[in-house]
């Protein structure tokens, strides 16, 4: 059974920085391309940012470029997510999630397994 489970999220003053985690069983988590969503109340889930498996390049949203970093502990089975200077418009559930394709997908429909989702709030 493949489980993605994040954690990380919380509450943070603008400005601030979070790192998430996001660490899979069930599969060799460099196999896959895994990406991070967000989804705000009232929003449709974005796309973050997404790598290829065996860090087979990387794409960003615009919104997070300069701020936001992907990163891959394989020995650990992990994936992080980095967020500097964050803003209010930030706040959302993260969502990491996997699939087993080539590419780089920032769909989030195109992904074949989910974590539950943390929690971001960033105050003004």
């Known amino acids: 059974e493949v489980q993605l489970v994040e954690s990380g999220g919380g509450l943070v003053q603008a400005g601030g920085s979070l790192r998430l985690s996001c660490a899979a069983s069930g599969i060799t988590f460099d196999n896959y391309a895994v990406g991070w969503f967000r989804q705000a109340p009232g929003n449709k889930r974005e796309g973050v940012l997404c790598?290829?498996?065996?860090?087979?390049?990387?794409w960003i949203a615009d919104s997070v470029k300069g701020r936001f970093t992907i990163s891959r502990d394989n020995a650990k089975n992990t994936v992080y997510l980095q967020m500097n200077s964050l803003k209010p418009e930030d706040t959302a559930v993260y969502y990491c999630?996997?699939?087993?394709?080539?590419?780089?997908?920032?769909?989030?429909?195109?992904?074949?397994?989910w974590g539950q989702g943390t929690q971001v709030t960033v105050s003004s």
């Open positions: 790598v290829g498996r065996n860090n087979g390049g990387t």
């Open positions: 999630a996997a699939r087993n394709s080539p590419g780089i997908i920032s769909l989030w429909d195109q992904y074949d397994y």
